[in-house]
C-alpha cells in the first residue's frame, strides 16, 4: 500500500518523484517501457536551462533519477496494464509486478510521436530523424530539410523550420493536405518552402556522415526519387499514453488527459497528470518537468487533507 505511485519516469513523472520524495511521501515510480522517457532516444538537449553547453538525454534523465532516489523514491519497472479508479485507494496491475495498491496517483505516461515505419528511420532518431521542430531544428542551420505530414502541425513545423533550414520539402502522401486554409496559405508564402505532395516516404537515405535523404515513391508514376536533405522531421502526429486507463480519466478528442485549466487535477480526486499525456500543445521537456512538479505538489495537498479527514473521524 502505497500514499502514492507515479507512472512513467520521463522528465514528468521525475520531477514529481523529486518533489513527493522530499515531501517525505516515499513515492514508488514505476518505470514502464522506457525508463527516462523520450529524451533517452535523443543525443544533445540543447534547451534544458542550467545546462549552457546543453547535455545528452540519457545523461539527463539519468541525473533527475538519481536526485529522486537520493530522496528516498523506489524505482520499480512494470507496464501498468490496468488500473481501478473506481474507489480508493486505487489498485493497479502491473506487468511483473502483480497488483499495486495507492492512495494517490500520478499519471506521467507520455505521448508516443507517430513514425512512418520505414527503413533507416529508427537507426537515425536523434541523428538526422527527428519528430520535434522545436527541440532540433537548431541543429538544422543552413541545410536542407524534409517535414513529412500534411496537417497544421506539420505545416507549422515547416514553417518554424525555414528559419535555420536553407529550404524546406514538404512530403505528403496525397495530392491535398489536411492543414487548414490559413495555415496552407502561410506556408505556401514562405519561398524557402518546396512541396513534394502525392509521394509516399519509403526509406531513409543515408550515407558515413548521417541522413542524406528521404527516398519516396511517386504515386502517380509509381517511380522511386530520393529528394535530398540533411534532416527529416515526422510530423504526423503522437499518441498519448492512456490505453490503460479504461476510459476513466476524462480525456479530449484525441486522447490526451484533461485536466482543471491550471492545476493537474483529473476528473478522479487522487488522480494527476503531467507531462506530455495532458500536453498536445507544447511537448517539451521543461514544461513536463514544471507539470511534474504542479502534480507533486496537488498530490501533496491531497494526501495532506486525506489525513486530516483520517485524524478528524479518528478523534469523533
Ligand atoms: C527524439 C526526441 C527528441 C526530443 N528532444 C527534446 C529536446 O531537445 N528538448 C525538449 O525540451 N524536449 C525534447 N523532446 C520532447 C521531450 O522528450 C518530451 O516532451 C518529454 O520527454 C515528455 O516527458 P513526459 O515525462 O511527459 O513523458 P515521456 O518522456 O514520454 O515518458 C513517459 C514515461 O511513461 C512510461 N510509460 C508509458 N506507458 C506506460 C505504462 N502503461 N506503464 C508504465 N509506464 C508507462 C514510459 O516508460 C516513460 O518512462 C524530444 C522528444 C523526442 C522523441
Given at each position: 500500500m502505497y500514499k502514492?505511485?507515479?507512472?512513467?519516469?520521463?522528465?514528468?513523472?521525475?520531477?514529481?518523484?523529486?518533489?513527493?520524495?522530499?515531501?517525505?511521501?516515499?513515492?514508488l515510480v514505476i518505470e514502464g517501457p522506457q525508463p527516462g522517457g523520450q529524451l533517452t532516444t535523443t543525443t544533445d538537449v540543447e534547451n534544458f536551462p542550467g545546462f549552457p553547453e546543453g547535455i545528452m538525454g540519457p545523461e539527463l534523465m539519468d541525473n533527475m533519477r538519481k536526485q529522486a532516489e537520493r530522496?528516498?523514491?523506489?524505482?520499480?519497472?512494470?507496464?501498468?496494464?490496468?488500473?481501478?479508479?473506481?474507489?480508493?485507494?486505487?489498485?493497479?496491475?502491473?506487468?511483473?509486478?502483480?497488483?499495486?495498491?495507492?492512495?494517490?496517483?500520478?499519471?506521467?505516461?507520455?505521448?508516443?510521436?507517430?513514425?512512418?515505419?520505414?527503413?533507416?528511420?529508427?537507426?537515425?532518431?536523434?541523428?538526422?530523424?527527428?519528430?520535434?521542430a522545436t527541440c532540433d531544428g537548431f541543429f538544422f542551420r543552413g541545410k536542407e530539410i524534409i517535414v513529412v505530414g500534411g496537417g497544421d502541425s506539420a505545416l507549422e513545423e515547416a514553417g518554424f523550420l525555414t528559419r535555420f533550414a536553407s529550404k524546406v520539402t514538404?512530403?505528403?502522401?496525397?495530392?491535398?493536405?489536411?492543414?487548414?486554409?490559413?495555415?496552407?496559405?502561410?506556408?505556401?508564402?514562405?519561398?524557402k518552402v518546396e512541396w513534394a505532395l502525392n509521394r509516399t516516404p519509403i526509406e531513409v537515405v543515408t550515407s558515413d556522415t548521417g541522413v542524406t535523404g528521404l527516398k519516396v515513391r511517386n504515386n502517380e508514376t509509381g517511380a522511386e526519387e530520393v529528394i535530398e536533405a540533411s534532416g527529416v522531421f515526422v510530423a504526423i502526429g503522437h499518441h498519448p499514453n492512456t490505453?490503460?486507463?479504461?476510459?476513466?480519466?476524462?480525456t479530449d478528442d484525441n486522447g490526451y488527459i484533461v485536466v482543471k485549466p491550471?492545476?493537474?487535477?483529473?476528473?478522479?480526486?487522487?488522480?494527476?497528470?503531467?507531462?506530455?499525456?495532458?500536453?498536445?500543445?507544447?511537448?517539451?521537456?521543461?514544461?513536463?518537468?514544471?507539470?511534474?512538479?504542479?502534480?507533486?505538489?496537488?498530490?501533496?495537498?491531497?494526501?495532506?487533507?486525506?489525513?486530516?479527514e483520517a485524524a478528524a473521524s479518528a478523534a469523533k
Open positions: 502514492s505511485i507515479i507512472i512513467g519516469t520521463g522528465p514528468a513523472g521525475l520531477t514529481a518523484a523529486i518533489y513527493l520524495a522530499r515531501a517525505n511521501l516515499k513515492p530522496f528516498g523514491a523506489e524505482f520499480r519497472t512494470g507496464w501498468v496494464n490496468s488500473v481501478d479508479l473506481s474507489k480508493r485507494p486505487f489498485k493497479l496491475q502491473v506487468e511483473g509486478l502483480g497488483e499495486l495498491v495507492s492512495d494517490t496517483l500520478v499519471l506521467s505516461t507520455g505521448a508516443t510521436a507517430k513514425y512512418l515505419g520505414i527503413p533507416g528511420e529508427q537507426d537515425n532518431v536523434g541523428r538526422g530523424v527527428s519528430t520535434c514538404v512530403v505528403h502522401r496525397r495530392d491535398e493536405l489536411r492543414a487548414s486554409k490559413i495555415m496552407q496559405d502561410r506556408v505556401r508564402a514562405n519561398e490505453g490503460f486507463l479504461g476510459g476513466q480519466i476524462d491550471g492545476t493537474s487535477l483529473t476528473n478522479v480526486p487522487g488522480v494527476f497528470a503531467c507531462g506530455d499525456v495532458q500536453d498536445s500543445r507544447y511537448r517539451q521537456a521543461i514544461t513536463a518537468a514544471g507539470s511534474g512538479c504542479m502534480a507533486a505538489l496537488d498530490c501533496e495537498k491531497y494526501i495532506e487533507n486525506l489525513e486530516h
